[in-house]
């Protein structure tokens, strides 16, 4: 999508942390790192673990404010400033859709930083930390992905990855993780359900994002076109379990799925831009129709 140029984002509360190389670059190759990296990008999955690093963040580092992004026209020109102007989007939609809101902290992850959650990084992707309440978003990784991967990782689809780590905040908030918590892979796991939730959740906020205001009344964002949706749903069933999985030379294995297939992911973010929110109880759908 595209920021109004004269919209004001100064007021955001992003903040930029962090030092020294990130974890990914020079060395990936193969289409079985492209898949893996696609799904790092597009789904918030940690794999700290598997690279290591991690640690205590120092609560002294509260890193940060995000140089250049007072207007909408510098959020177009620039991947953090345009992360940091969405989050006043964001944060608007849900604040008047969940009584009871509460913000996330965004962190713009520089290189790399220690969560509670693991290593932030560009090979780590995007991820929602609960105990922390804070979404971490390398800008690199999408930098990343258009020069070594010719992948578009355009506005919308950058948008949508965003979004969808709020969802997993509002999820956080309103008892849905909780509720129904981890209960291993498969295609009606409750992991693929919450998945599923998160990318309505972000198709709901895409459908209402030109209607969320500045202070001065100015939106902050154009209606996005039929292109970028289309956009958007594509960057959705790229990453469908199913989809990475055939990229990666296995065979498609529903009962791995942590996230959904293709169509169930582009299903679900359309559901959210065409229904709303409340559309988007996933945990009520029988295994069959979801």
Do not use: K
Not at 5 to 14: L, R
Not at 26 to 36: H, K, P, S
Not at 37 to 62: A, K, R
Request: proline fraction near 5%; hydrophobic fraction near 35%.
């Amino acid at each position: 999508m595209t920021f109004n140029d004269n919209a004001s984002v100064g007021g955001n509360t992003a903040r930029r942390r962090g030092g020294g190389i990130a974890v990914a670059g020079g060395g990936i190759a193969g289409l079985g790192a492209l898949a893996v990296l696609l799904f790092q990008l597009f789904t918030g999955t940690d794999i700290s673990g598997l690279l290591g690093g991690g640690g205590v963040p120092n609560p002294n580092d509260t890193g940060s404010e995000i140089a250049n992004c007072e207007t909408g026209a510098d959020a177009n020109a620039s991947d953090d400033c345009r992360l940091a102007a969405a989050s006043l989007s964001i944060n608007q939609y849900w604040s008047e859709t969940v009584q009871g809101y509460t913000e996330p902290t965004l962190i713009i992850v520089d290189g790399s930083t220690s969560t509670q959650c693991g290593t932030a990084s560009n090979a780590t992707g995007p991820f929602y930390c609960p105990p922390e309440q804070t979404v971490y978003i390398d800008p690199t990784f999408f930098a990343l992905l258009r020069e070594q991967f010719d992948a578009t990782a355009g506005p919308l689809a950058q948008l949508y990855v965003l979004a969808h780590e709020y969802g997993h905040h509002v999820q956080n908030l309103i008892g849905v993780m909780e509720q129904y918590p981890n209960n291993g892979t498969g295609e009606d796991s409750n992991g693929v359900r919450t998945e599923l939730q998160a990318d309505c959740f972000a198709g709901a906020w895409v459908a209402a994002a030109s209607q969320t205001l500045d202070e001065n009344g100015v939106p902050y964002l154009q209606a996005p076109t039929p292109q970028q949706i289309n956009d958007a749903l594509n960057a959705a069933q790229t990453v469908g379990d199913d989809h990475i999985q055939q990229e990666s030379g296995g065979a498609v294995n529903p009962e791995s799925w942590t996230h959904g297939s293709s169509e169930q992911r582009a299903r679900w973010f359309t559901t959210g831009l065409e229904q709303g929110a409340t559309a988007c109880d996933t945990f009520a759908v029988p295994g069959s129709s979801l």
